[in-house]
């Protein structure tokens, strides 16, 4: 599959989800699970991205999206536990999971200048799907205040992640 197909695909799959997580009330639990999927999301296709980029800044990129969602898992599992909060299987964790699995085969299909356009397409949509649902859905369906501040503190992340790969997009031949 061709790059130009596969941002559409990348975008409309967790558009699903996220659209399904506007139809529902979800719980600091359910918001748990899915940060968590989202965070091991990233990791995978950014290890994929360090063997398959060409790019050195994408490869920097991938490296660092590996540091800091690792790091944001192991932060979010401090304040879950601080809080009580044990994350809970629920449709949209599901189906995010399930459209990552898809969007990783797709990606390690590529490989050099095609892999490196189609990754960072795809980390400047997920990022700008991930700030707006922060944003919109997940930090105002919040109910645990530790887990409100650290969705807080993780929503300035994501901005820095878009921006970086906002910068690395621009760069790369179209």
Known sequence: MKPSFVLPLLVASFMFGAAHAATTDMSDKEIA????TAND???DAAKAARSRADNKE????????I???EKNNKEAKQVLKKA?????SNEMAKTL???SKEKLSELKKMKGAEFDKAYIDEQVAMH???LNDLEQKYIPAA???ELKAFLEKTKTHVQEHLSKAQQIQQTIVK
Do not use: G, T, Y
């Not at 994408?58 to 999206?65: L, N, R, S, T």
């Open 33 to 36: 699970e899915i940060m968590k």
């Open 41 to 43: 999301a990233e990791i």
């Open 58 to 65: 994408v490869k920097d990129f991938a490296k660092h999206m």
């Open 67 to 69: 540091d800091e969602h």
């Open 84 to 88: 009580d909060i044990s994350p809970k």
């Open 97 to 99: 999971k399930k459209d």
């Open 128 to 130: 700008q799907q991930l």
């Open 143 to 145: 109910q645990n205040p």
